[in-house]
């Protein structure tokens, strides 16, 4: 039972139909999914009958799906965007994540909506404004801290939603212009070129080099498995896998992976349940080292530390082996603990410090076979960034999310009557009148009922327990245990999708103050009815979108990210005017300029290199 208990949300990424199917399947208490237009993952869009089918497969297991439609938009593109969500809305999406405050203006239906992280969640008095303007969650920002959230939730009352695994933007989500600046491709439009995984300079002011060629906006993926309990206590409610570009393996392994530890926690924890039914029987130990990662960071969660940034390389590397030993002609000599296939995928830097791969042809104890030797030395650190055994485990295995019931075969005056109870107390019952024929054999009577009323395959069901209840034994045609099964699980499901509490709430507009009168262009007003939404909250001065202005000698990025920490030269002052950092890339040159005060770091396009 699940009465009066707190309700904790895995919420799981899916790019498609089959992406999502399988995130509920491995344990997702939600999804979100891209809506056919203005996600903030362009190439990540569903169609309507897709986002349906995910939706009436989710809700079986009382599980719900979130539609993205977060990007910023214009004038000419409201209209659609509103009969987007009304066509979300009627095909039975749970809620719709938002950045554009010009939707608020508009005519919508009682979906509920959560204020994207693109709407940068970062300060108390913006959530609480978000919360009292009628949003009814707060996806936050990455870069807070446990003590933030703490107080945060403190003050608050919404739903509030962090991420905890997955890809890292380096800049605050919403307030970053590189993209949009140096290609033409708005990351607010759901089209970052994804600048911050290039190469670049570090130089002073006086052209000296700190760094040459490396990737220096690129942060490692982040982790925070072990503070779940700790966030759990913070006032989160919904955890959050990033990933919608993400493959269907890494959907199933990094789900399945926080399903089995947010479980451990609900299993020592009375006062807490999973947010949606059924439990997931995994049929292989996920582990997040063996699908896509950059390596892990747990970011800024307790406090700033050096060890975030993937600064060799963007790509994925995977799990690190071990070093290699003896180079011979065709192979080479690898101690590790872990074992290797044919068909593995390795990678290890090079001399000049450039990322190579090759495929292992064949493993003979410690001997790795290869078709590519080059590069490769003694003493080079070895990683594998495919495991060829573990993709076609999961590729093949047979995890499965089931429901437990209890069922009861009972005798009644002109027949029998089977009854069903499953774990939410959804109760249903089927009964046959037919003529009662005693048989002598009790335990093959039993026996025959038991075996026929087992058989749930195929069903999202399974079976916890089951009493037979008769003044003595009777002979049951198989054909009847069949056919009352088949009614009773037909009938459980039709009404555990009657029960199912769809959550429907209305915005109604109100005047409540705004935390500033003046917004810039970090605001992304980017259409009328944006600009009428913040008017009505007392905001005076309103600067257009960066999408629409023409200058670009401007910040183009804000990050907590500081590069002054990571090459040891931050005093805790504001130093930046005297001992300027630039950042160049192959084209540009970009001044970094440092609040140490609020702990940020402005990136300012400067022009040309």
């Known amino acids: 039972m699940k009465k009066n208990k707190r ?68 004038d000419d593109e409201l209209d659609e965007a509103q009969a987007i969500v009304r066509s979300i809305f009627e095909v ?40 009292k303007v009628g ?71 006086s052209g000296k080099i700190l760094a040459k060629d490396k990737y220096l906006l690129s942060l490692k993926d982040l982790n925070l498995s072990e503070y779940l309990r700790e966030l759990i206590d913070a006032g989160i409610s919904s955890f959050k896998i990033e990933g919608r570009l993400k493959d269907i393996d890494y959907v199933k392994n990094v789900t399945a992976f926080y399903r089995k530890r947010i479980d451990e926690i609900l299993e020592t924890d009375s006062s807490l349940s999973s947010a949606s039914s059924g439990r997931t029987m995994l049929a292989f130990p996920p582990d997040p080292s063996r699908t896509f990662n950059r390596g892990f960071t747990d970011h800024f969660i307790r406090r700033r530390n050096k060890d975030i940034l993937s600064s060799q390389t963007p790509k994925s590397v995977g799990a ?42 064949k493993v003979e104890r410690n001997k790795i076979y290869t078709s590519k030797l080059k590069g490769i030395e003694e003493g080079t650190m070895i990683y594998r960034n495919y495991d060829h055994q573990f993709a076609k485990t999961l590729q093949g295995n047979k995890t499965k999310r089931l429901i437990n019931i209890n069922m009861q075969f009972k005798e009644i005056e002109n027949g029998f009557l089977l009854s069903i109870v499953d774990d939410d107390d959804v109760k249903v019952f089927v009964i046959k009148e037919i003529e009662k024929t005693p048989v002598k054999n009790v335990l093959e009577a039993e026996e025959t009922v038991r075996h026929q009323l087992i058989k749930l395959g195929g069903s999202i069901f399974v079976l916890e327990g089951l009493t037979i209840i008769w003044s003595q034994p009777y002979f049951i045609p198989v054909s009847v245990c069949n056919e009352m099964r088949r009614e009773a699980i037909a009938q459980l499901e039709q009404e555990r999708r009657k029960k199912f509490l ?69 005093s805790g002052q504001n130093i930046a005017d005297a001992n300027s950092l630039f950042l160049q890339d192959a084209k540009n040159t970009y001044r970094l300029k440092f609040d140490c005060e609020a702990c940020q770091v402005k990136v300012v396009f400067e022009g040309k290199t």
């Open 135 to 205: 949003f009814q969650r707060i996806i936050l920002a990455r870069e807070l801290s446990l003590k933030q959230l703490k107080e945060i939730r403190a003050n608050t009352t919404v739903d509030l939603e962090c991420f905890i695994h997955g890809a890292l933007c380096v800049s605050f989500s919403g307030q970053c212009y590189l993209s949009q600046a140096t290609q033409g491709r708005s990351a607010n439009r759901g089209a970052c070129a994804q600048p911050c995984r290039l190469p670049y300079t570090l130089t002073d002011s």
């Open 502 to 570: 769809r959550h429907q709430v209305s915005i109604v507009p109100n005047s409540e103050p705004y935390p500033t009168t003046q917004l810039d262009y970090f605001a992304n007003v980017a259409n009328k009815k944006s600009e009428s939404f913040y008017r009505r909250h007392g905001v005076k001065i309103i600067e257009p979108a960066f999408e629409l202005q023409h200058s670009k000698r401007v910040t183009v990025m804000t990050m907590k990210h500081c590069l002054q920490f990571q090459y040891g030269l931050c």
């Open 320 to 361: 690190c082996l071990g070093k290699a030993g003896k180079i011979r002609r065709d192979h080479f000599i690898l101690e590790t603990s872990e074992a290797l296939h044919n068909g593995d995928g390795i990678c290890f830097f090079n001399q000049q410090e450039v990322l190579c791969g090759t495929n292992i042809n």
């Open 7 to 74: 309700s904790i949300e895995l919420l799981s990424p899916a790019k498609d139909l089959e992406s999502g199917k399988a995130a509920i399947n491995y344990g997702a208490d939600a999804v979100y999914v891209g809506a056919p237009r203005f996600g903030a993952r362009i190439a990540a869009g569903n169609s309507l009958n897709n986002i349906e089918k995910l939706i009436q497969y989710a809700h079986r297991y009382w599980a719900r799906v979130y539609v993205a439609l977060n990007t910023i938009l214009f």
């Open 92 to 131: 039975g999406a749970d809620a719709l994540i938002i950045q554009d405050m010009g939707l608020l203006e508009l005519d919508l239906p009682p979906i509920p909506l959560f204020a994207s992280t693109q709407t940068h969640n970062y300060s108390e008095e913006k959530i609480q404004f978000l919360e």
